[in-house]
Structures are given as structure tokens and as C-alpha cells.
């Protein structure tokens, strides 16, 4: 189960990410799993059905990765080589 606002640490930080998610969405739980096998990269879960603004952005479509330092997002379905082109400076 995952839980919005838990900060998760993978191993040494490249790039802050967030993963946008809700509780009781499996792609969201398939999404942290992969990504905490897939990149050496510190993410933040982030749950939207607690923003209203959050929510109506993502709702329908996470889970949704996000660099924090750019901005750009990566939607689901994704796999460890399409984060690793998002990590990419």
C-alpha cells in the first residue's frame, strides 16, 4: 500500500521526483515498485485525492511521474528505460 506524502529514498539523489498517485490504485503501486527498482533517484508520493486542483489534473491519469526541476512529466504506462530519458539533463 502506498501513502501520500511519504518520502521514499531509493538511493543518492540525481533529480527530485514526484509520483502522483491515490491510494488504492494498483498502477500507482506498480508505478512506486518500479520506480524504486528502476532509478537511483529520491521520490516524493504525492496524493492528489487530498488537493482539489491535484486531483482535477491528474485524476484520470496517474500515476504520473514528475521532475520537480523541470516540470516535465512521464504518464503511465511507463518502464525504467522511459524514466531514465526523463532523468536526462
Not at 12 to 38: D, I, K, M, N, V
Not at 58 to 76: C, K, S
Request: aromatic share 6%; net charge negative; proline share 7%.
Amino acid at each position: 500500500m502506498i501513502s501520500g506524502g511519504e518520502t521514499v529514498q531509493a538511493h543518492a539523489p540525481a533529480f527530485p521526483l514526484a509520483l502522483y498517485a491515490t491510494s488504492g490504485c494498483h498502477l500507482c503501486e506498480q508505478a512506486a515498485t518500479l520506480l524504486r527498482a528502476a532509478v537511483d533517484a529520491p521520490f516524493r508520493l504525492v496524493e492528489i485525492a487530498d488537493d482539489d486542483d491535484l486531483l482535477e489534473r491528474y485524476g484520470v491519469r496517474i500515476p504520473v511521474l514528475q521532475r520537480l526541476d523541470t516540470g516535465a512529466e512521464l504518464g503511465w504506462p511507463f518502464d525504467a528505460a522511459a524514466i531514465e530519458r526523463l532523468l536526462r539533463p
